[in-house]
């Protein structure tokens, strides 16, 4: 799986190089450091200390302490006991998760993630579109002794996994020739099964509106399997997906069709509670 962090470079800019005085000629100055703090405390995901963040920044140390503390006690960054680094909280992703009606889509996620986890043993996510990528938004991590899992936070190509292979199909045309077209001519490849050629991809999705789930066929991974089913909004649009993975072993072919229902039993389930509560 290709990974990258929370805020990853390919999908935001460099708010600031040490340094950097355009920042004071913003109209907020602090805003504007505290946003450029949160971009580098995400370029390092071991975390950065105090001291750290005034090198790498530019800032003044007394302005990244008061920073890195406000971002602390409001739930934003995450100070390490071992050796005091500073790490950005999931907090993050709450804000960028998707809401209908008010409702977050984590918060209403959590139950079905539980149960369709506890029903299979194995690893349930909850996964995003941003960028034009997965983000893993929840998981649950299986019940089994050997488990395969990712990290929330974790960026994934949309068209190499079953999830993102859910929002695909669920798109409508124009907004899905526009990801084609940011992705170039050729889609990489990572496996012998990948779908790495638009035709294949397209015949695939067409399946996936049919049935009602997608898989992935050790496409992103060697050894890995996945189920997945779209999270549909009121009007048929895609506000996420969810998924189990497994060892080829424990999700094989034939039971493709079982993990897949269960993924769509759990995808409408979040959706009748974003809707209804």
Not at 65 to 75: H, Q, S
Not at 163 to 186: F, M, Q, S, T, V
Request: net charge negative.
């Amino acid at each position: 799986m290709e990974s990258s962090s929370l805020l990853s470079p390919e999908s935001s800019p460099n708010l600031a190089a040490p340094g950097d005085s355009e920042l004071d000629s913003l109209p907020s100055p602090t805003g504007a450091k505290t946003l450029a703090l949160l971009d580098l405390l995400s370029q390092h995901p071991e975390g950065l200390t105090a001291t750290e963040a005034v090198r790498e920044s530019g800032f003044t140390h007394n302005l990244v302490f008061r920073i890195l503390k406000t971002l602390v006690a409001m739930g934003f960054a995450l100070q390490r006991e071992d050796n005091k680094a500073y790490t950005l909280s999931n907090r993050i992703l709450d804000l960028t998760s998707p809401r209908n009606g008010g409702r977050s889509l984590v918060f209403c996620s959590q139950e079905s993630l539980r149960k369709l986890r506890d029903k299979t043993g194995e690893t349930a996510q909850l996964l995003i579109e941003v960028g034009g990528k997965g983000l893993i938004l929840e998981q649950f991590r299986g019940t089994q002794s050997l488990q395969v899992s990712g990290e929330v936070g974790m960026r994934v190509p949309l068209y190499s996994c079953a999830p993102g292979k859910a929002i695909l199909a669920a798109w409508n045309d124009d907004y899905r020739d526009a990801w084609y077209r940011e992705r170039g001519k050729r889609l990489k490849q990572f496996t012998e099964t990948t779908l790495h050629r638009r035709s294949d991809l397209e015949r695939e999705l067409e399946e996936i509106r049919s049935c009602g789930y997608a898989v992935d066929r050790a496409e992103g991974a060697e050894g890995i399997h996945c189920a997945a089913a779209a999270i549909l909004d009121a009007y048929g649009q895609p506000l996420g997906a969810v998924t189990v993975m497994a060892p080829i072993a424990r999700m094989t072919e034939e039971e493709f069709p079982q993990f897949g229902k269960l993924c769509r039993i759990a995808a409408d389930e979040i959706s009748r509670k974003l809707k209804h509560g």
